[in-house]
């Protein structure tokens, strides 16, 4: 098990500040947060990703957070997986 958290759900508006907070809630650490965006808008693709420090602080999130609601959002959390490769794209 890793410590990257995949956090989906997420309201168009929140910002990786307010992630920072809700995952810290209750003395977690929170290595870094990263939100998703779309590289032509710059807007929120309503996805990020959280890296605790530890698998405890991990663990704990996830029991903490999934189906909270954030914004109006019931939030997706759980454990990231890996990113699996995709095909080059014009059928190659």
Do not use: C, H, W
Not at 1 to 22: C, H, K, S, W
Not at 33 to 39: E, G
């Amino acid at each position: 098990m890793g410590t990257r958290i995949y956090v989906g759900n997420l309201p168009f508006d929140a910002t990786e500040e307010q992630l920072q907070t809700l995952f810290g809630e209750g003395g977690r650490q929170v290595e870094s947060v990263k939100i998703v965006t779309d590289r032509d808008t710059g807007r929120s693709r309503g996805f990020g990703f959280v890296e605790m420090a530890n698998q405890g602080d991990t663990t704990a999130a996830i029991n903490a957070l999934n189906g909270k609601e954030m914004g109006g959002r019931a939030l997706t959390v759980n454990e990231a997986r890996e990113r699996t490769p995709r095909g080059g794209g014009r059928g190659y």
